[in-house]
């Protein structure tokens, strides 16, 4: 038999879909759904030489741009292959086995991927009923367990929940001076513009990751970075491959960063979309909660609606979001938000399957 390590037998991964998602309208996976002019993909076609696509990337140019945009030094920034690779990387440099490691509970999925990769001790800081959770809850498992590393994705995910900005400082404060590192996940930023990231001088152990693939509008190119101290930025850097990314992924980011009103415009897009979404589940009576992301969680009421409605849309080529586990979340279907046009197409359809659907339930055949 293979000799897999004895921990990783019992870790279990959801596989990626084989079929193609391009037919449908994609609602799923929170990414950004509006697109790019015709004159931003031009710009990316002339830079596409033959040159470009046979040399290794350069990182410098963007790591630049990135600390510019972020209000720091170069020397503050680790470049990588989405934020998904920023969090590895955090647990490679400071997680040993045993050590403990405290998440919100539900949040983001490679949280715990993570956590089981690299043997750590899992605290869960569980969401209350309705989705409550506090900085004394956070500040409480800090004084009892002494975690090695809090992750805290701010805006959460799958929740959309946030924690206030004066009780994340409380908490990076109270980190202060102790062997505790801060991950503050900010994936979802400029869909709520609150940030950390200026702490990072002053806490060394605080890290800030962020993503290109949420408002950015570049999921495909896998994309994102870390921030914090410089000294810490030199240990993240032992653990990185050869080359940080691809030379797509950076030249992507260039060109997003040096054409920032293209956000701009998708995100006055996304807020007119939510606005009617919001307004048209009001209409209908159907309770949401409080979104500080691109997408909406939307209580049908039970599991079983909720897998039915997932697959009525699915048969619609609308994909969303059905099925969760958790206990807070199993009565809702997640929704991302894109413009007025994508929304009205999505509520015509979600009526019709909402109002035809009964309580039977049926297997749930997509995620």
């Known amino acids: 038999m293979t000799p897999v390590k004895e921990h990783l037998k019992s870790l279990e991964r959801i596989q990626n879909p084989v079929e193609t998602r391009t037919k449908f309208l994609r609602l799923d996976k929170n990414e950004s759904i509006l697109g790019f002019p015709a004159e ?64 919100l509970s539900p949040t983001y999925a490679m949280f715990y991927v993570y956590t089981n990769m690299f043997q750590g001790q899992l605290i869960e800081i569980r969401y209350k009923e309705g989705l409550s959770l506090t900085t004394e809850d956070v500040l409480s498992v800090m004084e009892r367990h002494t975690p090695k590393l809090i992750c805290i994705a701010n805006p959460n995910s799958p929740t959309g929940t946030i924690l206030p900005q004066t009780g994340l400082r409380d908490i990076i404060e109270s980190a202060a001076g102790s062997e505790i590192i801060i991950l503050i996940d900010e994936a ?29 509008g570049l999921a495909s190119v896998r994309l994102g970075f870390a921030a914090a101290h410089s000294e810490t930025i030199r240990y993240l850097q032992k653990v990185r491959p050869i080359y940080e990314t691809n030379a797509f992924a950076v030249k992507l980011g260039e060109l997003i960063l040096d054409n920032l009103y293209i956000v701009e415009k998708n995100l006055e897009e996304f807020r007119k979309g939510k606005e009617f979404l919001e307004k048209e589940l009001d209409k209908m ?72 659907t009964g309580s039977a339930g049926n297997r749930l055949q997509v995620a």
């Open 40 to 103: 931003f993909m031009d710009i990316l076609y002339r830079e596409i030489t033959p040159d470009f696509v046979n040399t290794y990337p350069e990182i410098g140019p963007l790591g630049e741009r990135i600390a510019g945009w972020v209000g720091c030094r170069r020397e503050n920034i680790y470049i990588t292959a989405g934020s998904d690779a920023a969090i590895k990387s955090t647990f490679e440099v400071f997680v040993e086995p045993g050590d403990k490691v405290a998440l």
């Open 188 to 216: 979802y930023y400029l869909f709520y513009p609150e940030t950390v990231i200026n702490l990072i001088n002053d806490y060394p152990g605080l890290i800030v990751t962020r993503t290109f693939s949420k408002a950015m």
């Open 285 to 356: 009576g159907i309770p949401f909660f409080k979104s500080y992301t691109n997408f909406l969680l939307i209580n049908i009421g039970t599991l079983e609606r909720s897998v039915q409605i997932v697959n009525a849309l699915y048969k619609r080529n609308i994909l969303i979001k059905g099925g969760f586990q958790d206990s807070e979340l199993k009565k809702c279907i997640g929704v991302t938000i894109g413009n007025i046009k994508q929304m009205k197409f999505f509520m015509e359809n979600f009526k019709e399957v909402y109002y035809s």
